[in-house]
């Protein structure tokens, strides 16, 4: 047998990663509880570090394979009006995918009650920040300087900067052409970067479950625990089941042919808790594994990175719900259609907002008239959640990639079957 057959496949080794940092965060969470070597050495000292580096290293890599890739993608487009069809096809959808997630989260709160005859007492405060308003938004798709958007990674300036770079280079003949070639090289460059740090990616998974399950307060998620495990089972549902659902219906695909091809994209969105920090694990995914042609996913998966709140949505709807209950208060079907509108409107709205999440949390609070200082509750778990909601936001961002591509004839089904795609070249060990 070879050496090539005995070796672990990477999907593997990340699974062990990641079981393995979670075993010995909680072992050493146990055997030395508040032990001042452990904190400073360890969950403060080297998981921190290998966690933090590894992070940093997958959003070096995410404005310019968002800007490069979608160069590319844009100006190999034959037809310009190609390009708002996309738009129109991704922001439906996701819009789409949101309000089913928002709606099923509520369903199950009200049939579950996750909050009735709860009585929280917190000493934690919630200072709800102010979102932007529909017209600043808009504005602000547009960068006053694209170097500054790159620097601050605003990716909807990246996106539209990208896209309009795209289309001049479409426009102006054989000076285009040129640089056609440049950026696809370029392109190929930064995939084989991502691929470098897949290989690491086990460290880096380790580490930073190492350090999540050494901090996590248990007794937190104990009292919470109606209202934590009926949002993870929520996201589990809507991740694994309504996604397949759509898949199906849309395109006649095996969903268990994508789910299993999407395990390390879900594991690096569960590991990192950022869809823009997976972004690069994503598109390369997207691309390279499940047959969608570059001039769609390069726009499909940044903009979902950057939109796409499915996971977002069911925790805001279970925690409506839940907050209304520990108060007292009484939603009417009203109320609820309200916060369905409000939560799938604010997932476009606030996109690229620091906190995003409890952003829109507190504006649909806000919206029914419930305490926003209620999300103080819910701090204490959030956490964990968080992890699960962006595994979900990201195998999102995939299938809608997927039925979008198919409608535009700019997918590869034999690609998508083969259990094989790529796998060759994720492996960089005997090259390196």
């Known amino acids: 047998m070879s050496n090539n057959s005995k070796k672990l496949s990477l999907t593997s080794r990340i699974v062990i990663g990641m079981f393995a940092g979670i075993a010995v965060g909680m072992l050493l969470k146990v055997l030395f509880p508040d032990n001042l070597l452990v904190e400073g050495y360890l969950t403060k000292g080297l998981f921190y570090i290998i966690g933090q580096i590894f ?72 200072q709800a920040q102010q979102a932007p308003s529909l017209a600043q938004v808009i504005i602000d798709l547009f960068p006053k300087n694209p170097f500054n958007a790159f620097a601050n990674g605003n990716m909807l300036q990246v996106i539209i900067f990208a ?19 440049l950026f696809e090289d370029f392109n190929e460059v930064i995939m ?46 809507h991740g694994l089941v309504i996604y397949s ?13 994508f789910l299993r091809k999407m395990r390390e994209v879900m594991i690096f969105g569960f590991s990192t808790s950022s869809s823009n920090a997976t972004m ?19 726009f499909t998966v940044p903009l979902g990175a950057t939109i796409n709140m499915d996971g977002t949505a069911i925790m ?13 208060v009484d939603l009417t079907l009203a109320d609820y259609a309200m916060v369905v509108l409000t939560a799938t409107l604010a997932s476009v709205g606030t996109a690229g907002v620091p906190g995003v999440g409890l952003i829109m949390l507190s504006m649909v ?34 299938m809608v990639s997927i039925i979008v591509a ?18 060759a070249e994720r492996d960089i060990s005997d090259k390196l």
């Not at 100006?75 to 129109?88: E, N, Q, T, V």
């Not at 598109?283 to 047959?291: F, S």
């Not at 805001?316 to 007292?328: N, P």
């Not at 409608?407 to 790529?422: T, V």
């Open 316 to 328: 805001q709807g279970v925690a409506t719900v839940f907050i209304a209950q520990v108060y007292l």
């Open 55 to 126: 992070i940093s290293a997958l959003q070096m890599l995410v404005v310019p394979l968002v800007f490069v890739s979608l160069v590319v993608g844009t100006c190999s487009l034959s037809d310009p009006s190609k390009l708002g069809r996309l738009g129109g096809k991704a922001v439906g959808l996701y819009l789409v995918t949101t309000a089913i997630a928002i709606s099923i989260a509520i369903s199950f709160a009200i049939l579950v009650q996750p909050g009735a005859g709860i009585e929280l007492a917190t000493e934690a405060v919630y």
């Open 406 to 423: 198919r409608s535009e004839g700019a997918f590869d089904e034999k690609i998508f079957n083969n259990p094989n795609a790529d796998l």
């Open 192 to 237: 084989k970067l991502v691929v470098i740090l897949m290989n690491l990616a086990p460290y880096g998974v380790f580490a930073l479950m190492a350090k999540l399950f050494t901090e996590t307060e248990f007794d937190t998620i104990y009292s919470l625990g109606k209202y934590f495990l009926l949002v993870f089972g929520v996201l589990i549902l």
């Open 163 to 181: 896209l309009l770079f795209g289309i001049a280079m479409a426009l102006v003949g054989k000076s285009g052409d040129r640089l056609k070639g």
């Open 365 to 398: 609070l806000a919206q029914v008239g419930l305490p926003v200082e209620g999300i103080a509750l819910i701090i204490g778990v959030d956490r964990l959640l968080d992890m699960t909601r962006t595994s979900v936001n990201v195998t999102g961002d995939a």
């Open 280 to 298: 690069p694990i994503t598109l390369e995914t997207v691309t390279k594994r499940l047959g969608v042609h570059n001039s769609v996913g390069s």
């Open 245 to 257: 659902l759509i898949l199906k219906s849309l395109t006649g695909l095996n969903p268990l042919i």
